[in-house]
């Protein structure tokens, strides 16, 4: 199973295959041997000319590195490369949970709301959307409509819809809510 910050460790394992330190790389593509090391390391993703330029110097072509990450048939997404994303609302954080999945057309986040938090908006509007309440109650506003769900209750939202959750209780709650869409991106 191969994500998306599996790249520098794929460019490292062929570089280490064919003998190669980074100096010697670096003399091969014309990168800097800093740069290839921040690549390594994924503290950078290579420019498509720089996966050129190195697939070039290990005799290969550039979508050799890219098959096995994305077109992977499992992605992991482990919860030490899950992302905090920004939250204006009071009491409410929410997590990116499908970091690295390049191609993918999922986007799932898990919002924990505070008791009593501010209404947080689910997002997402032009995907069609799931949320899944995983602990507690809490209300879904979708229009002039106010819809409670419990622990293990899930809901759908159409894409044409704006949605906002809200912890009415006095307890923490959990909601997942997973986007689907060919054109999912990033923002939402």
Known sequence: MKSGSDLGAQIRAFR???????TALSRLTG????????????????TLITLVKIADAFHMRAGA??????????????????????????GCSINLLTVGVSMGNLQARVFSLESNSDPCPL????????????????AVHVGDETLLIEARDGLYLRSDVAATIEN??????SVLSVNSSKTCGTDL
Do not use: Q
């Open 65 to 90: 590195f890219l098959d096995e990450v994305l077109y992977s048939s499992a992605v992991l997404c482990a919860a030490r490369t899950a992302r905090a994303e920004n939250s204006s609302n009071r």
């Open 168 to 173: 009415t209780g006095k307890d923490d709650v």
């Open 123 to 138: 997002g997402g509007e032009g995907t069609d959307r799931f949320v899944y309440c995983l602990n507690g109650v809490v």
């Open 31 to 46: 990168i800097a041997a800093s740069n290839l090391s921040s690549i390594e390391l994924n503290k950078s993703s290579p």
């Open 16 to 22: 280490k295959k064919k003998k190669l330190s980074l």
